[in-house]
């Protein structure tokens, strides 16, 4: 028991040390790293000189800047608020009794002996009170500039992207990816999150102000699912 109860010990030690040892930082996640388009390499590229149209630099009167290729950027609003609550509550209650009182066989009463008779009562009582309340509020607001990796055959395109702020002495970051039709985007360049398929949105932070509001290595132990109840 003593080396089951010091492997578990030691176990959450090594999983809570690569934690907190390997914190996230900007650029490391592929899911939400930028996407660059694809084309020759601008350093590569030669400008035509003494003509009108020059397609490195044209400008189209009659498109609107909104993103549809892969590399474009698009700015997402995020608009995200959930508010969550539930109450249950639960009584049972059950009273039985049973009274049998001059009993008798073929007309006569029963007799044990030294004046005890069969006269029995038997009375029970069950009861059961339960009650539970959950109340859950989140809101993310602001904004998060983000590319199109993918285009869908469909013409849906897929999005993902990141935004760090370094504040004091920690980094606090968004995170956002997932799927948007062209047909949701403003004429300016923007959508709000809640128009976004399958998305994944994280709001976290690294530095001293995020390690205080986390629990620590023994706390994790004792309230993860390797505790016994």
Same mark, same amino acid.
């Given at each position: 028991?003593?080396?089951? %109860?010091?492997?578990?010990?030691?176990?959450? %030690?090594?999983?809570?040390?690569?934690?907190?040892?390997?914190?996230?930082?900007?650029?490391?996640?592929?899911?939400?790293?930028?996407?660059?388009?694809?084309? =020759?390499?601008?350093?590569?590229?030669?400008?035509?000189?003494?003509?009108?149209?020059?397609?490195?630099?044209?400008? =189209?009167?009659?498109?609107?800047?909104?993103?549809?290729?892969?590399?474009? &950027?698009?700015?997402?609003?995020?608009?995200?608020?959930?508010?969550?609550?539930?109450?249950?509550?639960?009584?049972?209650?059950?009273?039985?009794?049973?009274? /049998?009182?001059?009993?008798?066989?073929?007309?006569?009463?029963?007799?044990?002996?030294?004046?005890?008779?069969?006269?029995?009562?038997?009375?029970?009582?069950?009861?059961?009170?339960?009650?539970?309340?959950?109340?859950?509020?989140?809101?993310?607001?602001?904004? &998060?500039? %983000?590319?199109?990796?993918?285009?869908?055959?469909?013409? @849906?395109?897929?999005?993902?992207?990141?935004? #760090? &702020?370094?504040? @004091?002495?920690?980094?606090?970051?968004?995170?956002?990816? /997932?799927?948007?039709?062209?047909?949701?985007?403003?004429?300016?360049?923007?959508?709000?999150?809640?128009?976004?398929?399958?998305?994944? &949105?994280?709001?976290?932070?690294?530095?001293?102000?995020?390690?205080? @509001?986390?629990?620590? #290595?023994?706390?994790?132990?004792?309230?993860? =699912?390797? #505790?016994? %109840?």
């Amino acid at each position: 028991m003593r080396k089951l %109860v010091s492997l578990l010990l030691t176990s959450a %030690v090594i999983l809570t040390g690569c934690e907190a040892l390997n914190p996230p930082e900007a650029g490391t996640d592929p899911n939400y790293a930028p996407t660059y388009p694809a084309g =020759p390499d601008p350093k590569e590229s030669r400008y035509v000189q003494g003509g009108i149209y020059n397609p490195e630099t044209i400008l =189209p009167l009659f498109e609107t800047p909104r993103a549809r290729h892969v590399g474009d &950027i698009l700015t997402i609003t995020l608009v995200e608020k959930t508010d969550a609550k539930k109450r249950a509550g639960t009584t049972q209650q059950k009273n039985e009794k049973y009274e /049998g009182d001059n009993a008798t066989f073929f007309g006569r009463p029963i007799s044990l002996g030294s004046g005890y008779t069969a006269d029995f009562e038997l009375d029970n009582k069950r009861q059961f009170m339960g009650q539970g309340e959950s109340v859950q509020t989140n809101k993310l607001n602001g904004s &998060i500039s %983000v590319t199109v990796s993918e285009l869908l055959p469909n013409g @849906n395109m897929v999005i993902q992207g990141e935004k #760090w &702020i370094r504040i @004091n002495e920690g980094n606090e970051f968004v995170r956002l990816a /997932g799927i948007v039709r062209p047909q949701d985007i403003q004429p300016d360049n923007t959508l709000t999150s809640d128009r976004i398929a399958n998305a994944k &949105i994280s709001y976290g932070g690294t530095g001293q102000v995020a390690n205080t @509001n986390k629990q620590g #290595w023994f706390a994790k132990f004792v309230w993860g =699912p390797l #505790w016994p %109840v």
